[in-house]
């Protein structure tokens, strides 16, 4: 008996989320200037989608209180889609005012992660959405959704499928119907995403998933090959896997849309990206920030790059 024939898509989309995920981890202020450079050497390897930050209150995350300035800052980069990331109804009027066309809202797969990250029941979060799509309705801005530790979370285990489907239903009430599963904590697996993928897109086929993979772990490539094979073809990821959640233990950086990008086109997928100009973005960010969050492709080089051959051959035996 033949084995069915995996689904795998000739083009994808990556999201680039450094701007976002990445800066809000680093607790040394990261000038605005900075920042602007930042995104503009992203936009220059072809990368179409840009993270470009989230209108989160200054207390909670200081690294992006200047928000309203990096965006006004990069609004001229034709070509190059943005979002942000809005917790509430006053970060969707502040993303909007500032001329964001596309917002992501935020709910947990469990109360627990809820509480420690909104500070409130996910049934609750859900409810105080629908003011912020409205708005959003209102002003012709893209909504997207979003779930975290949909594959795991770090104070209760493995999350049931009826939460992940009862978020769902309720996003799908408010007309939202492209939604990011995040693995925000790394404790997803390929068979898990696969399955989950599978049962999702029957339920909901309507609705346009992507995926937000932390690589805690080391599952995340994995992990984004099962999803590609189900269909999916927009991914999130971090230049030089930069990145994490300050509301949950342990969680790493996203995967480096270096490893990602360079994974997809030994696939012969295309990404639209220049992988050579995304290296030397890279190592700018590296040397910019001090630090990356465990590139492969940064520290070893693409396939391509060979090394000279040996000049002695030495006969053995």
Not at 28 to 54: C, D
Not at 153 to 179: A, D, F, H, Q, R
Not at 215 to 244: H, K, W, Y
């Amino acid at each position: 008996m033949q084995n069915k024939k995996k689904f795998v898509p000739e083009q994808v989309n990556i999201w680039e989320v450094l701007p976002r995920d990445g800066f809000q981890m680093e607790e040394k202020w990261i000038p605005t200037e900075e920042k602007v450079r930042i995104i503009r050497g992203l936009a220059s390897t072809g990368i179409k989608h840009i993270e470009v930050t989230s209108f989160v209150h200054p207390r909670a995350i200081p690294q992006l209180r200047d928000a309203e300035e990096v965006v006004k800052q990069v609004q001229d980069l034709d070509g190059v889609k943005f979002r942000a990331l809005v917790p509430n109804l006053r970060g969707a009027e502040r993303a909007i005012n500032s001329g964001m066309k596309k917002i992501k809202i935020l709910l947990s797969a469990t109360d627990s992660h809820s509480l420690s990250n909104s500070n409130c029941l996910v049934s609750e979060a859900q409810k105080d959405h629908l003011p912020i799509v409205e708005l959003a309705r209102k002003y012709g801005v893209e909504v997207g959704g979003s779930i975290a530790v949909a594959f795991g979370c770090p104070y209760e285990g493995k999350v049931p499928l009826e939460k992940i489907l009862s978020i769902l239903e309720g996003y799908k009430n408010m007309g939202v119907t492209e939604v990011s599963l995040a693995d925000t904590v790394g404790m997803g697996n390929p068979k898990q995403v696969s399955e989950m993928l599978s049962i999702l897109r029957k339920l909901f086929p309507s609705f346009k998933f992507t995926l937000h993979l932390h690589n805690t772990r080391g599952m995340a490539l994995a992990n984004a090959v099962a999803a590609l094979e189900q269909g999916v073809t927009d991914f999130d990821s971090s230049t030089t896997g930069l990145g994490g959640c300050p509301y949950a233990p342990n969680a790493a950086g996203n995967i480096p849309t270096e490893d990602l990008t360079h994974a997809f086109h030994e696939m012969g997928i295309q990404t639209g990206i220049n992988l050579d100009s995304l290296l030397d973005v890279a190592r700018d960010i590296k040397n910019t920030i001090g630090h990356d969050g465990g590139s492969f492709i940064l520290k070893a080089g693409p396939n391509s790059r060979l090394h000279a051959k040996p000049k002695n051959q030495i006969k053995l035996g």
